[in-house]
């Protein structure tokens, strides 16, 4: 399984209210095997801030608010994972949940 840091996308908008959007708590309740959901992952930190690049991953298994997913997306920034990884992550760190149509 892939190791990643995600982006704990609740406190960036806890900390910036009106960046972007969060799916609500009612979404994600919804959440199930097969659906799509948009992440940030930290690859580093620069002195304006962390970098991050956005992944998309299809949602494999639901427990509580964790999450088994496959990467859908290759990375530009980490070779150490690869499209169609197997990863872990939690609610806090889901910044959409997309339609398949978007995939």
């Given at each position: 399984?892939?190791?990643?840091?995600?982006?704990?996308?609740?406190?960036?908008?806890?900390?910036n209210p009106g960046v972007f959007s969060k799916?609500?708590?009612?979404?994600?309740?919804?959440?199930?095997?097969?659906?799509?959901?948009?992440?940030?992952f930290v690859y580093g930190f620069s002195t304006?801030?962390?970098?991050?690049?956005?992944?998309?991953?299809?949602?494999?298994?639901?427990?509580?608010?964790?999450?088994?997913?496959?990467?859908?997306?290759?990375?530009?920034?980490?070779?150490?994972?690869?499209?169609?990884?197997?990863?872990?992550?939690?609610?806090?760190?889901?910044?959409?949940?997309?339609?398949?149509?978007?995939c």
């Open positions: 399984m892939a190791s990643l840091q995600f982006e704990n996308v609740s406190a960036i908008l806890a900390e799916p609500a708590a009612e979404e994600l309740s919804r959440l199930t095997h097969g659906d799509t959901v948009c992440l940030f304006s801030g962390r970098k991050a690049e956005r992944l998309l991953a299809k949602v494999t298994a639901v427990e509580a608010h964790q999450y088994k997913g496959i990467l859908l997306s290759p990375t530009q920034h980490v070779k150490t994972i690869q499209q169609g990884d197997e990863i872990t992550f939690s609610s806090e760190h889901i910044a959409a949940v997309l339609a398949e149509r978007h």
